[in-house]
């Protein structure tokens, strides 16, 4: 892996399907970059396309035309883009991608790529076409600590990789968040192994540069949901935070109206889609883990334990990888602790990925190589939402912003496509079949062909 310090400024017409909240970070970077253009914004849900046309008209960009879910066929037809971004819940992007890529566009996908075998499949024979491309944001890649590891292995410093032991913990206000949104449903999002972890398992076939083979797990709803709630004693009985008194002090609840952009995009928008951002964690209807526990065997014969939490007082994670030659060790510390928010507060930090959280803790990278003292291993201190990884990996894509000077760039190899986005998900599908059957799933076999 080599230094690529040559980040092309990509120009040219751009759309977004799924006006929401990831959205904003597209809408405000390429309204950042003169030589894009975001001439088309598409959704369900109109209040929220108004939105990102308000954060346009406070970059001084143009307009983006809206088109209702049902005219993006028409979209595409009417404003020849050259590039779209997909941004709707997870088990729509395919809807987006297939019909985008068969015109030729190229597609940027917010992982995970899709949620489902069939689906999967549609996107790769539409891939394989030859018109259209797809890369899936896979913005974790771009953290400098992420890059490090993988250059660290790619060097050969640890010899050849044996095992990997992976535990990833969400805390108690982000990892509470996907319980109350559109992710706590399974047929929605995957579950948090394909909507959470495919980023992680992305990550793995990254870093050792292998393919997953097969995959056992067990998974439980072991905190949230009304019945295990009710153990705890964290439990109340509101069905929304809105408006409920119960919810005024519960440090489990979210306040849309006290974060503006959630005010905007969520309460203020709610009376188009009936859409409720702000669900009791602790209802009976939820369908996904928040407790689980993998393994997975890779082709290299590297085999993996994997660990994910979703109540967790501390927000971060560690992987230790095993070579033949010695030991590295990744530390992340991304919240030490979270202070419970209540109704009418600032509304700072409740949304994940904006920005560095508040008590943002430590990272570290261990190096110990056979017979020899434990060593640091230096890498580039960046900041912004995702440990930097958001920015970097929007300067590798639309090229870096005018009048700024890039960042040392990454090693290359940090863009991932179809079949990356294909692999990282069916590690997810795999374990969530694993969890129901209580076998070994094959990835070739869940796939029905070798990626
Ligand atoms: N890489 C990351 O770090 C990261 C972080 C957050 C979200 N994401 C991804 O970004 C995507 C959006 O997440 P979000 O948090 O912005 O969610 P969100 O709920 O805020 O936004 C989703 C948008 O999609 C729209 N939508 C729903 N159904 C649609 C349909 N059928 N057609 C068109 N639009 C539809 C909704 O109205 C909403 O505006 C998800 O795939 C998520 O996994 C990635």
Known sequence: MSSNNNQAQ???RVGIVGTGHRARLYTHSIAA?????????CDTNSDRMDHHNQLLKEAGRPQAKKYAAEDFNKMLEDEKLDILVVTTIDYTHDLYIVPAVKKGIKVLTEKPMTTDVEKCKKILAAVEEGKGSVQVLFNYR??????KVAEVIAQGKIGNVKSVHFEWLLDTVHGADYFRRWHRYKDRSGGLMVHKSSHHFDLVNFWIQSKPESVFGLGSLSFYGKEQG????????????????????????IHL?????LKALYHDAEHIDNYHRDMNVFADDITIEDDMSVLVHYESGVNMTYHLTA?????????????????LELECVESTHRVPAKKGGDGDGVVHG?????????????LQQLWKEKEDVPYVQASGGHGGGDEAMLAQIFGPLPNVKPTETPITGLSANQIDGALAMAVGLAANESFKTGKQVQIKELLGRQL
């Open 230 to 253: 009710q153990k705890s004693g964290w439990a109340r009985s509101y069905d929304r935070a809105r408006d409920s008194k119960e919810a005024e002090d519960d440090p489990f609840a």
């Open 311 to 327: 109540y967790s007082p501390w927000e971060g994670y560690r992987v230790m990888f095993n070579g033949d030659k010695g030991r």
């Open 10 to 12: 990509l120009s040219g």
């Open 354 to 366: 904006e920005k560095a959280l508040k008590n943002e803790g430590h990272n570290k990278i261990t």
């Open 257 to 261: 109206e006290d974060e503006p952009g």
């Open 142 to 147: 771009y953290n400098p600590v992420h890059w």
């Open 33 to 41: 970059r003169p030589s894009l253009e975001l001439v088309a914004l």
